[in-house]
């Protein structure tokens, strides 16, 4: 079976084609994939502007689908059916993908099904070469979303704590833009701090000692002021490298000692994070040393599946549509939406 996943969600076009056969070879699953990236469109706005997303995704949909097609050397008629992003996300940005989907499906008399994005990053580890296996604790870390959840099963998550203002990725944005650094923050301010001691600033490290909850607003008006107080921090690369190092750090303390808390409370032994701060090194490695020392694993997808791509909706749908899952010929899309609120598959 060949799923043709699209998302749209935010500022990437991304198709791919799921093909259930390659899996059943022992392959990862993934026939071929496309991403187009509107980063210089909203680089100049130092964040996405929606109705220039929307558009975007218009104008690319078509010319990607046929060179998608090209790259896995199949037609248009080979497609058993079509994943696309229903929510959560930009309503027009949403609507673009969702009604090309449900058309092509219609044209081709193919089943279509609406993914939900976070599912879609929550199951993209289990595309990639050391796939966890349920039950699992997500950390989903991404431009809108910070949520830690119990993963039974697919569609059956339980939310164990969620960000009460800005999610982690969206603080990577801010303290990037503060240091003058383009959009998307998150691998900018990665890079800056490279050569930064982590060390040498000391950051709040919110709620920590509450529940799992995360709460990063405060985070911003902490590095906005250890800029203006420190002298060199526009000029002197040394210091903003160490200003970016010592936020990271920050960041990815207080997620780790949360995951830490999830495992122990659940009695769990599989981590999983997804979504584009899963892409982070520090993240990644901090992650490896602590979770060892519970005798827990950690599991992400290959780099190029952790931000926003068409495979992980491919995937998604996939599992849904073997189910038995799929939706009509309406098309609602859902800007927002609890991954909670999902069927699970019976
Ligand atoms: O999942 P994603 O591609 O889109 C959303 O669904 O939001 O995540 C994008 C977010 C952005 O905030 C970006 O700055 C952050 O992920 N990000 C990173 C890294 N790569 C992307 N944050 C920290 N370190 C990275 N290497
Ligand atoms: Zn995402």
Redesign the pocket.
């Known amino acids: 079976m060949k799923v043709l996943g699209l998302e749209t969600?935010?500022d990437?076009t991304g198709l791919a084609i799921f093909d259930s056969e390659l899996l059943a070879a022992g392959k990862s699953g993934l026939l071929g994939q496309v991403l187009y990236s509107q980063i210089e469109l909203h680089a100049t706005y130092g964040g996405v502007v929606p109705e220039l997303a929307s558009r975007d995704h218009i104008r690319k949909l078509v010319p990607l689908l046929d060179e998608l097609l090209t790259q896995c050397n199949i037609s248009k008629e080979d497609i058993d059916a079509v994943a696309f992003t229903k929510g959560p996300?930009l309503i027009g940005a949403l609507m673009t993908g969702a009604l090309f989907g449900r058309s092509l499906a219609y044209g081709l008399d193919v089943p279509a099904i609406g993914i939900h994005?976070m599912e879609g990053?929550l199951l993209s580890p289990l595309l990639g070469p050391n796939p966890p296996k349920f039950p699992f604790v997500s950390l989903l870390?991404?431009?809108?979303?910070t949520l830690l959840v119990a993963a039974h099963g697919i569609g059956d998550y339980e939310i164990l704590g969620e960000s009460i203002d800005d999610?982690?990725?969206?603080c990577?944005?801010k303290a990037?833009k503060m240091l003058g650094l383009p959009y998307?923050?998150?691998?900018n301010?990665?890079r800056l701090a490279e050569n930064g001691d982590p060390s040498k600033y000391e950051l709040p490290r919110p709620m920590l000692h509450r529940g799992l909850d995360f709460s990063f607003s405060g985070m911003k008006t902490a590095v906005h002021n250890l800029i203006k107080d420190t002298p060199g921090s526009d000029t002197d690369e040394q210091v903003r490298a160490d200003i970016a190092a010592s936020f990271?750090h920050a960041v990815v303390d207080t997620l780790v000692k949360k995951c830490v808390k999830a495992l122990k409370q659940t009695g769990m032994k599989q981590l999983v994070i997804a979504?584009?701060?899963s892409?982070?090194?520090h993240?990644r490695q901090t992650l490896e040393q602590e979770l060892a020392k519970i005798q827990a694993t950690v599991h992400y997808a290959p780099l190029e599946l952790?931000?926003?791509n068409g495979a992980m909706i491919a995937y998604a749908g996939y599992q849904r549509l073997q189910a038995g899952q799929s939706d009509g010929l309406a098309v609602s899309c859902v800007p927002r939406w609890t991954i909670s609120d999902l069927p699970a598959l019976t």
């Open positions: 969600s935010c990437e996300g994005h990053h870390v991404s431009g809108g979303h999610a982690a990725g969206e990577f944005d990037a998307p923050g998150g691998p301010v990665a990271q979504g584009g701060v892409a982070n090194l993240l952790c931000t926003d």
